[in-house]
């Protein structure tokens, strides 16, 4: 794997030059390892970049959607996190239609202030908020799904130490979301 990624990042220098080189010294520690996850998952996704890009758990079976909501803001509150909105996408379907439909639903959640310090550091951060936990209902039962903020924090350009202390607050705060919500524990 590593072997593959030195030859991508030697292939890319040879392609763009030393910008490449110039921007390699930009990137926070272990960009490269985390690329290379999400490399594998885009390969083994048979190139889904949806799948590359995003952290997903299956919900423990018998866990309804109440206990996951108990769960996400139970966890909303214990890290701070503000829930933002609501999509009833599956509800808005059935009122459309007239037919019952799979649920899918999106919560938002926000931290304001680390929201104003990342959009700073980067307008095009704006597009990632506010952050997202999906409810979608599939054959074999609920899946959460989530934006990999990992690669976010860990595959760019090197953060400010503030900045990157708050940013990995709300990643450790979606992240116990996910996984307090996956198990209805709240």
């Known amino acids: 794997m590593a072997a593959r990624l030195a030859g991508l990042v030697l292939l890319g220098a040879a392609l763009t030059g030393c910008g490449t080189v110039a921007t390699l010294g930009k990137l926070e520690d272990g960009a490269g390892a985390e690329a290379s996850k999400m490399w594998d998952r885009w390969v083994d996704s048979g190139g889904d970049i949806a799948v ?29 996190i503000r829930p933002v909105g609501e999509l009833p996408l599956s509800k808005e379907l059935e009122a459309r239609s007239g037919k019952p439909q799979k649920l899918l639903k999106v919560y938002n959640y926000c931290n304001p202030q680390t929201a104003r310090k990342m959009v700073d550091f980067s307008p095009h951060m704006s597009a ?9 209902e599939q054959n074999d039962g609920l899946w959460m799904y989530t ?40």
């Open 52 to 80: 590359a890009t995003t952290w997903e758990r299956k919900v423990k079976p018998g866990v309804t959607l109440d206990q996951i909501e108990q769960a996400l803001a139970s966890v909303a509150t214990e890290t701070n």
């Open 147 to 186: 934006l990999n903020m990992d690669m976010m924090i860990r595959m760019g350009r090197k953060l400010p130490p503030d900045l990157k202390a708050d940013a990995l607050k709300v990643r450790e705060a979606i992240w116990l979301m996910m996984e307090k919500g996956s198990k209805g524990e709240f």
């Open 128 to 136: 990632y908020l506010p952050c997202r936990i999906s409810i979608v």
